[in-house]
């Protein structure tokens, strides 16, 4: 699969968040497009179906990216299996959603090591593999909910702004032209994020919401493999993709 004209095609790509949703919908582009995709997440059974589905080399490192050595061995492994890393696609993350005075201190402490640390461990572990081969790509899937501010999603918003901010101070220490930094910020997209809301309301309402205009994965997905897909000299910076009935 991919053709020897597609500048995505030959790269290697390692997607955290991998077993569903957007993580799973960029695999499949990508290694449709002739990429080599290491694929993480916690959900070891899906990423073993994932891998046996995708038309190109792949392969499946069960991590938990709260755990800084899992996500070191993501790293490795790419270079193991395949010689190098281009892009790192930090894209696992969790919304315990509902408001302050619930004080769901268990909930916010989870978003903070998932969204946060995952996203700061990703970068640690990639960063010296760019260093050493001269080029390297992180893409973080970041949301609208931080451009936005609602009630229900306070701490989930300022974990994402909190990426945001890292995200652009690595853009800004990274502009001797070795790495290249992507925050993705879709609206609402239709996945599974949430089932880690434990308010069934709430999560009932987000959920119809997500049926009823939510984006599908692979739109998300096009837009990963467009910034990953630019020349090296060009850097896709931020990139918002919401629905278009989307507030």
């Known amino acids: 699969m991919g053709n020897a004209s597609d500048p995505i095609t030959g790269q290697v790509v390692a997607i955290t968040g991998a077993s569903s949703g957007i993580g799973e919908a960029t695999a499949r582009l990508l290694s449709a497009r002739g990429a080599h995709v290491v694929l993480a997440a916690r959900r070891t059974d899906r990423l073993t179906t994932l891998v046996d589905e ?45 408001e302050m005075a619930d004080g769901d201190v268990a909930g916010w402490d989870a978003m903070i090591d998932v969204n946060v640390r995952g996203v700061l461990y990703g970068i640690a572990a990639a960063l010296p593999v760019f260093r050493r081969q001269g080029r390297g790509h992180i893409v973080t899937t970041v949301s609208t909910a931080g451009l936005k501010i609602v009630p229900t999603m306070g701490v989930y918003a300022a974990t994402k702004n909190a990426v945001r901010t890292v995200m652009e101070a690595l853009r800004q220490e990274s502009t001797d032209g070795v790495v290249r930094t992507t925050s993705i910020s879709p609206g609402f997209v239709n996945t599974e994020l949430d089932g880690s809301i434990d308010d069934s309301d709430l999560a009932a309402r987000i959920r119809a919401q997500m049926d009823e205009f939510g984006l599908p994965p692979d739109a998300v997905a096009r837009a990963i493999a467009f910034a990953i897909e630019q020349p090296h000299d060009v850097e896709i910076g931020d990139l918002t993709i919401r629905p278009t009935r989307q507030n």
């Open 54 to 98: 995708l038309p190109h080399d792949a392969v499946a490192v069960p991590a938990d990216v709260t755990v800084p050595e899992d996500v070191t061995r993501i790293v490795d492994t790419a270079v193991e299996r395949f010689g190098r890393l281009d892009v790192l696609v930090n894209n696992a993350g969790i919304a315990t959603i509902g």
